[in-house]
């Protein structure tokens, strides 16, 4: 049963501290997203890869946030140094070229 | 740039009856993809129905089928025989099928979140 599987699943860090967030996308599938959701802005899209390569972080806070895909089967999102506004659920979508998309379970962030 | 539109923030439903969510989008391409995602409260996405534009015929997945009026932008979902467990939070979302470029990212509206009373 091929699925995103994104580490981890909630995570509560302090104020300052460095948050890493993984995803693995579905085997053969060549695009990945970053999303977050908040109640407040809905479904933000942080950054668009495809065949590794970045193609759209232009959602993306660039200052403390960054995205970066090590390998075909990583992908990850740093937030540093963390803050309480970064607060929501991180989700990562796997897809083939143009078609849908196929989302992980999400990560839930609390920075206190 | 596309943009997608979900003016129902709320709606809500008897269970066994039928109901249709609106979805509007804005695109000068000829060629896209529109998907419906369904989040219930365990937050996972999934992908309810797909509509490629180049189709016609509208999609139909059990239970859930589309109304796609390409001329008019418009993609409604309409959910018969509704059950309890239709209860989520419905997104709409727009992707280009043009594999040229960062046009291709996946566009969602701001949902929709369905009640199904007993």
């Known amino acids: 049963d091929a699925r995103v599987t994104q580490t981890p699943r909630h995570k509560v860090t302090e104020m300052g501290q460095e948050v890493t967030m993984r995803c693995q996308p579905i085997?053969?599938?060549?695009?990945v997203f970053w999303y977050r959701q908040t109640m407040m802005q809905g479904l933000e899209l942080l950054a668009y890869?495809?065949?590794?390569?970045?193609?759209?972080d232009s959602g993306m806070p660039k200052d403390r946030f960054s995205a970066e895909m090590p390998d075909a089967t990583l992908a990850t999102l740093k937030i540093q140094p963390s803050e309480p506004r970064d607060s929501a659920v991180y989700f990562c979508a796997s897809g083939f070229k143009g078609t849908e998309a196929f989302f992980g379970q999400g990560t839930r962030l609390t920075v206190v | 740039a596309q943009t997608v539109t979900q003016s129902q923030p709320e709606m809500s439903v008897q269970e066994a009856e039928t109901v249709t969510l609106s979805c509007t989008y804005d695109t000068s391409e000829s060629d896209y993809y529109l998907f419906w995602y369904k989040q219930p409260p365990s937050r996972q996405m999934i992908l309810v129905i797909r509509q490629e534009a180049y189709k016609q015929q509208n999609a139909t997945e059990n239970r859930f089928s589309v109304n796609f009026q390409k001329a008019a932008k418009s993609f409604s979902l309409k959910i018969s025989d509704s059950q309890l467990g239709d209860a989520a939070m419905y997104f709409c979302a727009y992707r280009s099928a043009s594999y040229g470029g960062a046009t291709n990212k996946l566009i969602f509206g701001t949902g929709t979140l369905l009640a199904v009373q007993p």
């Open positions: 085997l053969g599938h060549n695009t």
């Open positions: 890869f495809r065949n590794r390569a970045p193609l759209d």
